[in-house]
């Protein structure tokens, strides 16, 4: 069974204090890991789509990267805008196209 | 990317009532999906939707509790029917073109 597993739950930072996220997959085939970024009472917001195994991507103050077993999403010297539930999905390949999602990481960055 | 909107935003709901959701695409998209986000909780799928076909549910959802309409290539809706307050989510449809998978802003659904 297609399984998305993310750590930690809640994460707690400093202001310019760097650090990662964690993401791991059991799927039948990658198609994609998606990672996602949700504000309170929003919809998810799209942040980068990985492929293949050593890919990296980058956005401002986040880099993902991905392995055949896990994704990281690391922020640098994140500010407290960056506060917000980060969510990881993989994509199978499959006919169904769906995302599968994990619990998500809640992120908070205090001044 | 495609932009999604949705609507009710949000609405509370007498128990036994039902309601459906809106979700306007401003491109042609093959494939919708209807998502459910439980409080505190993570988004699971109810259902995709392609235009001219029906609906494909997956595990635990089923058509006469959630039917959806998928009528043209930019437009579907999603009903929660005979609602209980365990039906109290966030409701959310989604679309995905060339690796990008946009969310609308969801519908805060409360069934009191």
């Known amino acids: 069974e297609d399984q998305v597993t993310q750590s930690p739950e809640a994460l707690r930072l400093q202001e310019g204090e760097s650090s990662s996220l964690n993401c791991s997959y059991t799927v039948s085939g990658l198609r994609g890991l998606f990672w996602y970024r949700q504000d309170p009472g929003k919809g998810p917001e799209f942040l980068f789509t990985l492929y293949s195994a050593g890919e990296e991507k980058e956005k401002e103050r986040l880099k993902a990267t991905l392995t055949k077993k896990e994704s990281f999403l690391h922020i640098t010297a994140p500010k407290p805008e960056d506060s917000a539930t980060y969510l990881c999905?993989?994509?199978?390949?499959?006919?169904?196209?769906?995302?599968?999602f994990g619990s998500g990481t809640r992120l908070l960055v205090r001044p | 990317s495609a932009v999604i909107s949705q609507k009710p935003s949000r609405d509370i709901c007498q128990r036994g009532t039902s309601l459906t959701i809106q979700c306007q695409v401003d491109?042609?998209?093959?494939?919708m999906f209807w998502y459910r986000q439980q409080p505190g909780q993570s988004l699971t799928l109810i259902a995709t939707a392609n235009q001219g076909s029906e609906a494909t549910y997956e595990s635990g959802f089923v058509i006469d509790k959630f039917p959806i309409s998928r009528p043209n290539l930019t437009f579907s809706t999603l009903t929660v029917s005979n609602m209980s307050p365990e039906d109290s989510s966030i409701y959310l449809c989604?679309?995905?073109?060339?690796?990008?998978?946009?969310f609308g802003s969801g519908t805060r659904l409360t069934v009191v």
């Open positions: 491109s042609q998209v093959t494939m």
């Open positions: 989604s679309v995905g073109q060339g690796g990008d998978y946009t």
């Open positions: 999905a993989v994509q199978a390949m499959d006919s169904s196209y769906k995302l599968i």
